[in-house]
């Protein structure tokens, strides 16, 4: 049976009956949909829009570059600002780019067709911090290309959540790639200290002895969802000088 999410600034319209109210309740996930939603939407796709045109701009004039120098330092620079948008991407920048009203169409199709299953499967992510995060990201970070691939996340192996340390970038929940880090941020954070610590605890504990991925993935849930633990690994910090001179230290021990 068909159904509308009905708020100050439009409708919405869904395939399955739901809560009115601007509430729907599933089995899992309980999605509350601002008054301002359409609003919100709108101001977004025009942010995009706005920075859509600046990147444009940064890729003509790798068009118009007059050497393959020029050309290469141009298309670092269109690449740069991309990835600084989109920190949570893995893949390669290819270049593409979505344009507003295919980016507006393939947020209406999912949240027509898909979003309470998404959410329902996504119990970390929240609707209200897509929404704050942005729609445009959440999109890109799916590798969404048209309306019809939305349905695609139902065969990925990972899920996405977001950066544990800005919480404004979606990232693909891959630890042992990311550490549950944008790019924005993963520098901020010593890997030689992580590794490091990684390391001490495998020769020092017993349970982990012949349990690597059973570590890693202790440590990186901790990781992920514990502030205190993180600012252990910051770069500059004490802790995580003390870290990175672990493996030193043992390495001193044995010769």
């Given at each position: 049976?068909?159904?509308?999410?009905?708020?100050?600034?439009?409708?919405?319209?869904?395939?399955?009956?739901?809560?009115?109210?601007?509430?729907?309740?599933?089995?899992?996930?309980?999605?509350?949909?601002?008054?301002?939603?359409?609003?919100?939407?709108?101001?977004?796709?025009?942010?995009?829009?706005?920075?859509?045109?600046?990147?444009?701009?940064?890729?003509?004039?790798?068009?118009?570059?007059?050497?393959?120098?020029?050309?290469?330092?141009?298309?670092?620079?269109?690449?740069?600002?991309?990835?600084?948008r989109y920190a949570g991407i893995?893949?390669?920048?290819?270049?593409?780019?979505?344009?507003?009203?295919?980016?507006?169409?393939?947020?209406?199709?999912?949240?027509?067709?898909?979003?309470?299953?998404?959410?329902?499967?996504?119990?970390?992510?929240?609707?209200?911090?897509?929404?704050?995060?942005?729609?445009?990201?959440?999109?890109?970070?799916?590798?969404?290309?048209?309306?019809?691939?939305?349905?695609?996340?139902?065969?990925?192996?990972?899920?996405?959540?977001?950066?544990?340390?800005?919480?404004?970038?979606?990232?693909?929940?891959?630890?042992?790639?990311?550490?549950?880090?944008?790019?924005?941020?993963?520098?901020?954070?010593?890997?030689?200290?992580?590794?490091?610590?990684?390391?001490?605890?495998?020769?020092?504990?017993?349970?982990?002895?012949?349990?690597?991925?059973?570590?890693?993935?202790?440590?990186?849930?901790?990781?992920?969802?514990?502030?205190?633990?993180?600012?252990?690994?910051?770069?500059?910090?004490?802790?995580?000088?003390?870290?990175?001179?672990?493996?030193?230290?043992?390495?001193?021990?044995?010769?």
């Open positions: 049976m068909s159904e509308e999410i009905k708020g100050q600034q439009g409708t919405i319209a869904v395939d399955e009956e739901i809560e009115r109210g601007g509430v729907y309740v599933s089995p899992k996930a309980v999605i509350h949909f601002p008054d301002n939603y359409s609003k919100i939407v709108e101001s977004q796709l025009k942010e995009y829009k706005d920075w859509l045109k600046v990147n444009q701009e940064l890729q003509a004039k790798a068009d118009e570059a007059e050497t393959e120098e020029e050309e290469a330092e141009t298309l670092k620079a269109c690449t740069a600002h991309f990835k600084k893995i893949a390669k920048d290819q270049g593409d780019r979505l344009s507003p009203s295919k980016l507006k169409n393939i947020w209406e199709r999912f949240m027509r067709h898909e979003f309470r299953s998404f959410l329902d499967s996504h119990l970390n992510l929240k609707f209200e911090a897509i929404l704050e995060i942005g729609i445009d990201k959440f999109i890109y970070t799916l590798g969404w290309k048209k309306a019809s691939d939305t349905a695609s996340w139902r065969n990925n192996k990972v899920r996405i959540g977001t950066c544990c340390h800005c919480n404004d970038q979606f990232i693909p929940m891959m630890f042992q790639q990311n550490h549950g880090l944008c790019s924005n941020c993963r520098p901020l954070y010593s890997v030689t200290a992580i590794r490091n610590y990684i390391l001490h605890v495998m020769d020092q504990s017993d349970r982990y002895t012949n349990a690597t991925h059973d570590l890693l993935m202790d440590f990186y849930i901790m990781f992920y969802s514990d502030p205190q633990l993180r600012k252990l690994f910051l770069k500059g910090t004490d802790s995580a000088t003390q870290f990175e001179s672990l493996q030193e230290d043992k390495n001193n021990e044995t010769n």
